[in-house]
């Protein structure tokens, strides 16, 4: 093989990759969150070690998420959970929402692209009770009026809720509201099949063969735009495409898509430039779709999978602090909030402890994943709000009730503001600095 050729295969291998890499990760997630049992206990596969799982099946997420939950990668600890994979392939589905008496929900729709093409809750179609019919082809004939079609861009698509918890007290109340949603077909039968996912869960992108194998049955059940079809096909010559047997791979070609998985997924972990100032930036700014943004689609598949539209919910992260340093567990930080400079949201927001490496919740011995406006134990400053971010506890007792627990190494936060005002939308809200201080430890 000349160099040229080499060159060539090795910058075709990266844009196969980054193009590709969000199907890989939704298979991947699919694996990990799809049921493996109904609501009856029963197996969709002959052992539980079986890659058969359920999809059109409603999981109704009972317990608000801790570090011992890793099934999806920068969870939040503010809601609860309502998820189902589905496939519309073979007839559209019905969607059954009740009333939700003014409680903040949300149902977001991603395509298998992972384009949060679509959102239903109360910021879009409001809290009362209604029924959508989803569908992916030809649009069905719909003889009942109260019925709101919703066209899916693919045949797979992804719908994760999440259905706000006031605190422990409020779980009953929640898991009544949750019971009362349902996935059935048009004629009103349950919609749940059996369905092959292809992979055990805890899946890594690392083996070439394993990745092209995943991502060629994605896009032979889920085919990219009219718009992108050329340029997909371009990357058969790397083994992408889905009618490819990976089986015949050359070990050339093995060779340049490992080596631009490995490039590829080393580069979208390195921490980002702080756009907002003070350490902050915006990883997710996307609205309905990442259009021909392949690189920051495959970063958010990556790092912030199911996250939602920008007009429904805003992550706004750092993983560095105001001096551009990496934020460390073994350092004290400091995070201050102005009088009357609090976020902007109407319907909440919070900022969640991460831990670097493994993208999960904190453990830590008080429980506290998380801080935010519903958080009972917080104490406010003449109106502002003062945040201690470190491994070790602050000494003094009164600011323990403001101190978000860290691992003991590399962290991230996130800032969550649901239905985000227009001062952050607009880019005019100023995010507070986080300031490295002296640790305050014995």
Partial sequence: MSGFASENLTALARDAVIYTLPLFEMARTRAATCPRRDDNGEFAGDSPASTFGWVNQLVRGRQLLGPRNREVVTPNNDTLYLS????????????????????YYVLGLLDFYTNPFESIGTRTTGTGARR????????????????????????????????????????AA?????????????????????????????????????????????????????????????????GIGANIDVSTLPAPTLAALGSALEQVIGELGVPQP????????????????FGNDYLKR????????????????????????????????????????????LPHSQAFWSITMYDK????????A????????????????????????????????????????APDGLFYIMLRIYIPGALHLD???????????????P
């Fill in 298 to 341: 495959a970063h958010v598949s990556r790092n912030y999978i199911g996250a939602l539209g920008i007009e429904e919910a805003m992550y706004v992260t750092a993983d560095r602090d105001s001096e551009g340093q990496p934020l460390d567990g073994r350092h004290a930080y400091e995070l201050s909030f102005p009088p009357d400079g």
């Fill in 427 to 441: 880019r005019k809200f100023h995010y507070p600095p986080i300031r490295r201080v002296p640790a305050d430890r």
């Fill in 132 to 171: 959508f019919l989803l569908y992916y082809g030809d649009v069905p004939p719909l003889a009942d009026d109260d019925l709101a079609a919703i066209a899916c861009p693919t045949r797979e698509v992804w719908m994760i809720g999440r259905i706000l918890v006031d605190g422990m007290d409020d779980l």
């Fill in 366 to 405: 008080i429980e506290r994943y998380s801080i935010g406006d519903r958080s009972p134990q917080l104490r406010y400053d003449e109106g502002g709000l003062s945040l201690t971010l470190s491994a070790t506890p602050p000494l003094d007792p009164a600011a323990l009730a403001n101190w978000l627990p």
């Fill in 357 to 364: 490496a493994s993208r999960m919740l904190v453990d830590n």
């Fill in 84 to 103: 189902t994979w589905l496939d519309l392939g073979d007839e559209p589905l019905v969607l059954e929402v009740p009333d939700t008496a003014d409680r």
């Fill in 174 to 238: 929640a898991h009544a509201l949750q019971d009362r949603f349902a996935v059935k077909t048009l004629s009103g039968q349950p919609a749940q099949r059996r369905f092959d996912v292809g992979m055990a869960r805890g899946a890594a992108a690392g083996d070439p063969r394993f990745y092209a194998a995943a991502v060629n049955a994605a896009l032979a059940r889920n085919p990219p735009p009219a718009a992108e079809s050329a340029l997909v096909a371009r990357y058969a010559a790397v």
């Fill in 274 to 289: 702080s756009a907002l100032g003070g350490g902050w930036f915006l990883p997710v700014e996307v609205r309905a779709s």
